[in-house]
């Protein structure tokens, strides 16, 4: 079965500091790996995703992720957090085989975000 | 502008009334889904659609039927709600290939 954990549901960071959002991921074969941002009352919005190559990827607002295959991890993180940071964060993970779960995306459960001034 | 659009964005009506949700999206985006979030279980996919008339079940549609006679449209509809279907829904359309999802705003619904 496809899943993704996000182990913590709050991070807390002060402004400044960097930060990191924990994704573990169990899919058959290789995946496609995603980030979203969600803030108060919209939708999600696209961070940034991993498809094959180098293992980290750069995405929207100065984050970057680091996909490690052996830990089956793909952690998001910002060098220097802002107070605009937060929000809710969701990792997905899309399936690349070609069986029933073709082109489906499975998100883990959302981490908070709190950057304080 | 790229855009995802559900309607309503509030919903409060009573048990076993039939309602839709209606989603639209302007940019010839093939696949198209719906999503419940609920507190503490993150996005759980309900419905699924790969292209006009080709939609497929996700991890929760007891209870939801979707249809999807044109590419741009991909309503959602509650025959009869029921209370555990208040939730907040979210629908999304990518394009084809390895593509980010767009969602739209949501829609929080609540059945009395």
């Known amino acids: 079965a496809q899943s993704v954990a996000q182990p913590e549901d709050q991070v807390n960071v002060a402004e400044g500091n960097p930060l990191t959002v924990k994704c573990t991921y169990s899919v058959s074969g290789n995946p496609y790996l995603f980030w979203y941002v969600q803030y108060p009352n919209r939708g999600l919005q696209f961070l940034l995703k991993?498809?094959?190559?180098?293992?980290l990827v750069k995405g929207s607002y100065g984050f970057e992720a680091e996909f490690n295959k052996s830990q089956t991890s793909f952690h998001l993180k910002k060098p220097s957090a802002l107070v605009s940071d937060s929000a809710l964060y969701f990792c997905?993970?899309?399936?690349?085989?070609?069986?029933?779960?073709?082109?489906?995306?499975?998100f883990g459960r959302g981490t908070q975000l709190t950057v304080w001034p | 502008e790229a855009q995802v659009t559900q309607n309503p964005r509030y919903l409060i009506t009573v048990t076993g009334k039939k309602l839709t949700v209606t989603c639209s999206q302007n940019m010839n985006h093939e696949y198209m889904s719906w999503y419940r979030q609920d507190p503490g279980l993150g996005l759980r996919q309900i419905y699924y659609s790969m292209n006009v008339e080709v939609t497929d079940k996700g991890d929760v549609p007891e209870g939801y039927k979707v249809s999807r006679k044109e590419k741009r449209n991909f309503p959602l509809i509650l025959e009869s709600p029921s209370p555990n279907q208040t939730s907040l829904y979210f629908c999304?359309?990518?394009?084809?290939?390895?593509?980010?999802?767009?969602f739209g705003q949501g829609t929080r619904l609540t059945v009395v």
């Open positions: 991993y498809i094959t190559g180098d293992n």
């Open positions: 999304a359309s990518r394009d084809r290939g390895i593509t980010e999802a767009f």
């Open positions: 997905a993970v899309r399936p690349a085989d070609r069986g029933s779960t073709l082109g489906r995306l499975y």
